[in-house]
Each structure stands twice: as structure tokens, then as C-alpha cells.
């Protein structure tokens, strides 16, 4: 009964238009959930993992595929399988153990070059920090390289370069056309070309947030979801459109969810609201259909997460000290008795 009273109460409302080393499997340190903790029906804990026996913290994660792509410490950037065991994911790659081989031009740093925003389109990954942004290969899925660096930094250099206009808190690749998007904090989307030579910024799509009620304060995160762009601004969740020429424009705003965090499934939208003095709705995390109807409820607020393409696990970083993996039971979240 709870359940589908929720349903009922939570409608939103949403327009929705490297290296080889064989000890690497081994950095992943799998242990039960800690007492204490507990989960409504439908959300399973089945496992925490850490890296290398150390506190795992997380300030990037994303599903693509069968690949977990995670940015944190101890171990930088890393590469996690998840498709061929998605409740045991195993380690393919880690930055920290390939500082040498990742880049000729040194002194690259997740602080600087990907904790704002990572964004994958094929085997490309575009990762941004404080400094600027990184263009890396992930084609041997067991030797991750950078290609190119925004801006470019010559190793003989002792300060870190910094250029804003690579600086961004989400990144979105475009389904089918060679383009990423790079939304900064508050003001601009910028469109980047993707070729052989790097990447470059189509000067004729930028796109100004428009300051609605709300104003533009702050990116937090953005995703795809059926071929349309959701960014979390924090005091609202943003819809935004493909157009043919490679450019994006805004359709659409939801002032219901104060959004900070957000990520997709084949089949949903989950959006995390992190409830505000005057806002009724509690924190946690809705799931959206396609219809744009809230349809289940995950009474949870981890500081970063992300979902299997089939929908069927959840894996987030609830305390910055490990990442918990969840199974999902659709029959109970969508209330089917």
C-alpha cells in the first residue's frame, strides 16, 4: 500500500521529448555490507568493493556498456568491468598504476583534469577538472591513453595551465554525430568537435542557459535518456535537444526537484533531489518513465551513482569509503504484488 501511495503522490510531471600487470583483478578488495545500514524492499545490497584495501572515494561514475568509468581516489581514472559479472566488478584499468604510460605530456591529475565531468562516446572519454579537459583513448580497455589535453601543457612547464572554456561540470556525447558537450557551471553549453586532431569548439553553438525563475546556479551532472539531454542545475532539472546541425537548444524545465545528480537506464530517468527549505518532496531518487511519470521512489542519497543499462543494479558511493553494489527488484519497486 505504501508503495502505491507513493506512486500516486511523487507525479512530476517531466517533459520528456595501459597496462597488463596480472595483479591488477586483485586491486578490488569485495566485502559484505556494513551492519547497521538498511534498505527498503526492492533495493538489495549484495556487496561493497574498495580499492587496493584503501578508502575509495568517488567524484565521477559512469556506466557505458559493460564498463564502469570511475574517477576518484586512490586511483585516479579508472576502468571497471561490470558486464561480464555486474554484482563483481573487475578492475581493467587504473591511472595510478600507469602514471608513466598515460600521457607524454606528465603531470596530469584527477583534480585538474576530471573532477568536474566525464562524458564517453564510443572509445573516447572526455573528462574535465579545475585546469581544463582531457581527451583519452580507451580502445585496449587495459592501457587507457591521453591523446589531447585542453589546454596543452609542455612537460617542461612547472605551473598548470588553466583555460575556462574547457572547464565543465557536465559532459554529453551526441548519439550518432561526432560531438561532445561541455556544460559549464553557470553560464554557457559549448559544442566540440571530435576528429583525428583533437577537439575544437564550434564558436556558432554556443548556448547561453536561459535565466529563468530559477536563475543558473549550478551544473551538477548530466546524462542522456532517450536521445534527449537531462542536466541537473541544482534548483531544477533541464531538458535540452539535439538539433541536425550538431547544435543543442532548451525545451524545457522542471522546478519540482531541486537536482544534483542524475543518470539513465535503457528504460529510465533517475533523477537524486536533495530536498530544500519550502520544497515538499523528500530527498532521494525518483525513476522516470519515458512518459515522464515518477514511477518508483529510492529512498537514498549517495554522493555519486550510476545504473547498468538493463536497469538491474545500482552502483554508488554512499560514504566515500567504498562503492555498494545493489540489485534492483522491479516487481517490488514498481509496486506489482
Known amino acids: 500500500m505504501q508503495l502505491k501511495f507513493l506512486h500516486r503522490v511523487f507525479i512530476l510531471a517531466i517533459f520528456i521529448s595501459g597496462c597488463t600487470d596480472s ?5 578490488i578488495q569485495r566485502g559484505v555490507i556494513t551492519p547497521g545500514r538498511s534498505f527498503p524492499a526492492g533495493i538489495s545490497p549484495i556487496m561493497s568493493v574498495r580499492f587496493d584495501q584503501k578508502t575509495t572515494i568517488t567524484t565521477q561514475m559512469v556506466v557505458s556498456g559493460p564498463t ?32 608513466q604510460a598515460f600521457s607524454p605530456m606528465g603531470g596530469w591529475t584527477p583534480d585538474n583534469y576530471a573532477s568536474g565531468a566525464v562524458g564517453v562516446r564510443g572509445n573516447y572519454v572526455l573528462t574535465s577538472g579545475a585546469a581544463g579537459a582531457s581527451l583519452i583513448d580507451t ?3 587495459n592501457a587507457a591513453r591521453e591523446l589531447f589535453r585542453y589546454p596543452p601543457r609542455s612537460g617542461s612547464e612547472i605551473s598548470v595551465p588553466m583555460d575556462p572554456w574547457f572547464v565543465y561540470r557536465a559532459i554529453i556525447p551526441h548519439p550518432t ?16 568537435s571530435v576528429s583525428e586532431s583533437g577537439l575544437n569548439i564550434q564558436n556558432d553553438k554556443l548556448i547561453r542557459y536561459q535565466a529563468r525563475n530559477s536563475g543558473t ?21 533541464r531538458q535540452f535537444a539535439f538539433l541536425p546541425d550538431g547544435g543543442i537548444a532548451e525545451v524545457s524545465e522542471n522546478t519540482n526537484l531541486n537536482a544534483v545528480n542524475v543518470a539513465s537506464s535503457g528504460d529510465y530517468l533517475f533523477v537524486q533531489h536533495q530536498a530544500v527549505p519550502g520544497n515538499t518532496y523528500p530527498s532521494g531518487i525518483y525513476v522516470i518513465n519515458e512518459s515522464g511519470n515518477s514511477v518508483a521512489f529510492l529512498p537514498m542519497s549517495p554522493i555519486k551513482f550510476s545504473i547498468s543499462a538493463d536497469s538491474q ?25
Open 139 to 141: 580502445t585496449d580497455k
Open 23 to 27: 595483479r591488477l583483478p586483485n586491486l
Open 68 to 99: 564502469l568509468f570511475l574517477v576518484g581516489r586512490p586511483f585516479g581514472f579508472s576502468l571497471w568491468d561490470v558486464g561480464t559479472n555486474p554484482l563483481s566488478p573487475r578492475m581493467q584499468y587504473a591511472f595510478s598504476d600507469n602514471i
Open 177 to 192: 554525430q561526432p560531438y561532445f558537450y561541455g556544460f559549464r557551471e553557470q553560464d554557457v553549453a559549448v559544442a566540440l
Open 313 to 337: 543494479y545500482l552502483y554508488a558511493n554512499l560514504d566515500n569509503d567504498s562503492i555498494t553494489i545493489f540489485k534492483l527488484n522491479w516487481n517490488l519497486l514498481l509496486g506489482r504484488f
Open 217 to 237: 546556479c549550478c551544473v551538477l551532472g548530466g546524462i542522456t535518456y532517450r536521445d534527449k539531454i537531462f542536466v541537473a542545475f541544482r534548483a531544477a532539472l
